[in-house]
């Protein structure tokens, strides 16, 4: 059972209200959300892109500008070489597009999932050297691909890294010591010596930022940079979502700027995809951009090459981008059928392995199709609550990816044992790899044997920003806190909670029946409470708390339970009716 937690941050909660026109709660949640001061305050609610960092504070970022516009000037040719998930894909659309606008002579290469694997390797090198590429220029990769680099220099290439994610290490004396690429320019918000405010944003956003720079040094037209940043703030802002990045200080700013435009009026390819899923672009949310456009984005990397997501992004007509977004729903529908069975075969394989006492999860589904390694992690770990590693055969070997929770870094424990993968990289939450099939063992063991992770660590804790009573859960209030989105990691869609809540009836929805609709009761008020949780789990716990007899009544007769509860609000608009939705989430 979870633990909850009532957030309790102190600050001038009136204060806030009266400077912000907001009510004293919804000041309460900000407060929650890390933000200390009034400044802070305003540049939540009313950021803009103004608000941004100027690039030029990343280390690095002035003088990769300055190696791009060299060879620009001197016509050499550019290769972008990305990753083939939607952060890669995104940041490599805006590279290319931003170089040919400064008439740069420039390719892109996005690796092939299970025929080059992750980031940079020699072939990638090998091939670009042949086919007369004097500058590499990395996006969402490179930070660890120092032999690969290094053959690039061997061979007189000039090497550009930009990248977002974690510098690889070693331990010296208990020290960290970086090992950063030998390339020509390392552009990384991570690197230690980088003093960037806010190192917490995705490759596509480093991206952006190096574009911004270089059209203004290199004075490109203000309408043309003006149709471009446009289209830049946009996929930089679903590329931000899907790499789960923090929606705090400048990314929430850039998600928030990319949805409202995607609202108005959404770039060829984004267009082209909301229309596809049936989003009515005026309710686009940060949802949709992480479980909707993202998805079908990520699933041509998954299944097939990045390809066609890519020449999505970058259709010059309608009818094109159409046709790509068609297929790459389609693609993202067989995806998900694949993921659920493989979720199922890890479920089995944990009963089979009696995996139930370790505190970190090695599974390996040697015919699962390794692009949807990472997804089933991520299941599989939300449902354990533990970390979760997930491997697979490959064509060369064995790969995998990893998911972890919150107390567990994944990318230092990786280290921690490195001499047993044959390449690696991550960070916290999330890591990739490639080990030789007979060391799986070895691993399941060693990172089970250097966990330090308490049963604390696992029981999943709720943390709640208001205790509040049903009757506070107005319609004026659910429209209010609208104001904090996009909600998203860092930035929560804000949970309440509240104690003697009478389940009184109960009505199935769906077409699998597999939600519900309850008419409860609070302090004498009668309300509608909408539940998408595990139906089963919910009768199972009531059952327990209050006897079949009752819970049998509760989609018939009628019935009589109390429990605490934890919701959230929502806004439900069907048939020109517009009325407060609140959603149940967790009970005991």
């Given at each position: ?356 006492g370790d505190k970190v999860l090695v599974l ?210 069907f048939r020109g009716k517009t009325q407060v ?8």
């Open positions: 059972m979870e633990k909850w937690f009532v957030t309790a941050k102190k600050a001038d909660f009136d204060a806030w209200s009266k400077k912000f026109n907001i009510t004293p709660v919804t000041a309460r949640i900000i407060r929650n959300r890390d933000i200390f001061s009034e400044e802070e305050v305003e540049r939540y609610l009313k950021g803009t892109l103004l608000d941004l960092y100027p690039p030029e504070l990343m280390y690095g970022m002035e003088d990769a500008c300055a190696v791009l516009q060299e060879e620009i000037c001197l016509k050499r040719a550019i290769r972008v070489i990305g990753d083939y998930d939607v952060d890669g894909i995104s940041a490599s659309h805006i590279l290319t597009k931003g170089l040919q606008a400064l008439g740069a002579n420039v390719d892109t290469v996005i690796p092939h999932r299970m025929k080059d694997g992750y980031g940079l390797n020699d072939q990638l090198i090998e091939d670009a050297y042949r086919e007369g590429i004097h500058t590499i220029l990395t996006c969402d990769n490179g930070i660890s691909a120092q032999g690969p680099i290094r053959r690039a220099k061997d061979y007189g290439m000039t090497v550009v890294v930009t990248d977002h994610h974690e510098v690889p290490y070693t331990e010296e004396d208990g020290k960290r010591v970086e090992i950063l690429p030998e390339a020509d320019v390392v552009v990384d918000p991570k690197q230690q010596k980088d003093t960037y405010p806010f190192p917490g944003i995705c490759g596509a956003f480093v991206a952006f930022k190096l574009m911004e720079l270089m059209f203004r040094r290199m004075e490109l037209s203000i309408e043309l940079r003006n149709v471009l940043m446009d289209e830049f703030i946009q996929v930089a802002a679903v590329a931000t979502v899907c790499d789960v990045m923090d929606l705090l200080d400048e990314n929430r700013i850039l998600v928030k700027e990319g949805i409202k435009r995607m609202r108005q009026s959404p770039c060829r390819g984004l267009g082209a995809l909301i229309k596809a899923n049936g989003i009515e672009p005026a309710k686009l949310s940060s949802f949709h951009l992480g479980f909707v456009i993202g998805p079908c984005l990520n699933a041509t990397g998954r299944l097939d090459s990045a390809k066609r997501a890519l020449a999505l992004l970058a259709a010059e007509s309608d009818r094109d981008a159409a046709v790509l977004a068609d297929e790459l729903r389609e693609m993202n529908d067989s995806r998900k059928a694949m993921t659920l069975n493989g979720v199922k075969e890890a479920n089995i394989l944990m009963e089979e392995k009696d995996m139930a390996f589904l040697p015919d699962c199709h390794e692009s949807l390694a990472g997804i089933i992690a991520g299941r599989i770990k939300e449902q354990y609550g533990r970390p979760c590693f997930v491997l697979t055969r490959a064509e060369e070997g064995v790969k995998g990816s990893g998911r972890s929770i919150e107390a567990y870094h994944m990318y230092d424990a990786m280290v921690e044992c490195k001499e047993l993968f044959t390449k690696f990289g991550g960070h916290k939450m999330a890591a990739g790899l490639s080990i030789k099939e007979e060391n799986i063992p070895l691993l399941r063991e060693t990172l089970n044997r250097n966990c330090t992770l308490s049963e604390e660590d696992f029981i999943p804790k709720i943390h709640i920003d208001v205790p509040m009573p049903l009757s506070y859960a107005t319609l004026r209030f659910a429209e209010e806190l609208q104001v904090l989105e996009p909600f998203g990691n860092g930035n929560p869609k804000p949970l309440f909670a509240t104690k003697q809540v009478h389940i009184i009836r109960g009505r199935k929805l769906g077409a699998n029946q597999s939600f519900a609709k309850f008419e409860v009761l609070q302090y004498g008020e009668r309300y509608e409470m909408v539940f998408f949780g595990n139906l089963e789990k919910f009768h199972a716990f009531l059952e327990e708390r209050f006897g079949k007899e009752k819970v049998g009544n509760l989609y018939g007769a009628g019935t009589d339970m109390v429990i605490s509860v934890t919701y959230q609000l929502g806004i439900n608009s939705q609140l959603q149940l989430l967790n009970y005991c």
